[in-house]
């Protein structure tokens, strides 16, 4: 395989990963395993993996860059997160023993969704009526919330943390920024356990220098991006990460489509 032509697809994938990130607390799966499947014909299974492998520095350094800007909730969350890493866990086996022309479409077709669904119904503000709940209702609710997202963080990877921001925010009544830095601040974790045990049960990694790219480009795009995203409106998030999740979801579909028919 040309060496540039994989430079290039880990960039893409590595920023526009770093870039819903850093912005919105998108898992990095959404972008880079679709990616890294439809380009690089790296197996599904595999493809996931590096994709969460990418997500744990990255969100580790914008759930710090969301906390020093007092956008980080981590008291409440660390509930949630321990309901994820589980089913996380879970949700990983369940993944493995997909067949993996399912993972691969799933991804594509999930980045198109988070695309649409930040086009059309973007998350602007919390529900006032979800910040008055009981201490008992609210902890039921971050554990049944938090094994919801862990399945779908373990089983395909992608998705995951576009749930979380819309449960956060829906469900639980945070604002977007806050949201989104509890977000990051989960993913980091589930990422680290969801990676592991993908690694664990597939049997490693083929490819050492995608796994490297990819976490380094998606390093970059979410520092700068979560910077940006502290300062900007919900409004500017929203448009900008739903319409780069669009583009590229739709460019993965047809080159797949093609590549079927060659």
Same mark, same amino acid.
């Given at each position: 395989?040309?060496?540039?032509?994989?430079?290039?697809?880990?960039?893409?994938?590595?920023?526009?990963?770093?870039?819903?990130?850093?912005?919105?607390?998108?898992?990095?799966?959404?972008?880079?395993?679709?990616?890294?499947?439809?380009?690089?014909?790296?197996?599904?299974?595999?493809?996931?993996?590096?994709?969460?492998?990418?997500?744990?520095?990255?969100?580790?350094?914008?759930?710090?860059?969301?906390?020093?800007?007092?956008?980080?909730?981590?008291?409440?969350?660390?509930?949630?997160?321990?309901?994820?890493?589980?089913?996380?866990?879970?949700?990983?086996?369940?993944?493995?023993?997909?067949?993996?022309?399912?993972?691969?479409?799933?991804?594509?077709?999930?980045?198109?969704?988070?695309?649409?669904?930040?086009?059309?119904?973007? /998350?602007?503000?919390?529900?006032?009526?979800?910040?008055?709940?009981?201490?008992?209702?609210?902890?039921?609710?971050?554990?049944?919330?938090?094994?919801?997202?862990?399945?779908?963080?373990?089983?395909?990877?992608?998705?995951?943390?576009?749930?979380?921001?819309?449960?956060? /925010?829906? /469900?639980?009544?945070?604002?977007?920024?806050?949201?989104?830095?509890?977000?990051?601040?989960?993913?980091?974790?589930?990422?680290?356990?969801?990676?592991?045990?993908?690694?664990?049960?597939?049997?490693?990694?083929?490819?050492?220098?995608?796994?490297?790219?990819?976490?380094?480009?998606?390093?970059?795009?979410?520092?700068?991006?979560?910077?940006?995203?502290?300062?900007?409106?919900?409004?500017?998030?929203?448009?900008?990460?739903?319409?780069?999740?669009? %583009?590229?979801?739709? %460019?993965?579909?047809?080159?797949?489509?093609?590549?079927?028919?060659?």
């Amino acid at each position: 395989m040309d060496i540039f032509i994989k430079i290039l697809i880990c960039l893409i994938a590595g920023l526009g990963a770093g870039f819903g990130t850093g912005l919105a607390g998108l898992s990095a799966a959404a972008v880079i395993a679709p990616m890294l499947i439809t380009f690089l014909n790296v197996d599904p299974y595999e493809a996931v993996g590096i994709a969460l492998a990418s997500d744990i520095l990255a969100s580790a350094i914008s759930a710090i860059t969301y906390g020093k800007n007092k956008n980080l909730d981590i008291k409440n969350g660390i509930v949630m997160l321990i309901s994820v890493l589980v089913f996380t866990l879970l949700g990983s086996y369940l993944a493995s023993l997909l067949p993996k022309e399912t993972m691969g479409g799933f991804s594509m077709f999930m980045t198109l969704f988070a695309g649409l669904k930040f086009i059309f119904r973007p /998350v602007m503000k919390a529900k006032e009526s979800n910040k008055n709940r009981t201490i008992k209702k609210a902890i039921i609710q971050y554990i049944v919330c938090g094994m919801f997202i862990g399945l779908i963080c373990g089983f395909v990877g992608a998705g995951g943390g576009m749930m979380m921001l819309l449960v956060l /925010v829906s /469900v639980l009544g945070y604002e977007l920024k806050t949201a989104v830095g509890t977000s990051v601040f989960i993913m980091t974790f589930t990422a680290l356990t969801g990676a592991g045990s993908h690694f664990i049960i597939g049997g490693g990694i083929s490819d050492w220098q995608i796994l490297l790219l990819c976490i380094i480009f998606t390093l970059i795009g979410a520092l700068v991006t979560a910077k940006f995203a502290n300062k900007a409106s919900p409004k500017t998030m929203n448009r900008l990460l739903g319409y780069g999740l669009v %583009v590229m979801s739709v %460019v993965m579909i047809i080159v797949n489509i093609i590549q079927k028919f060659i």
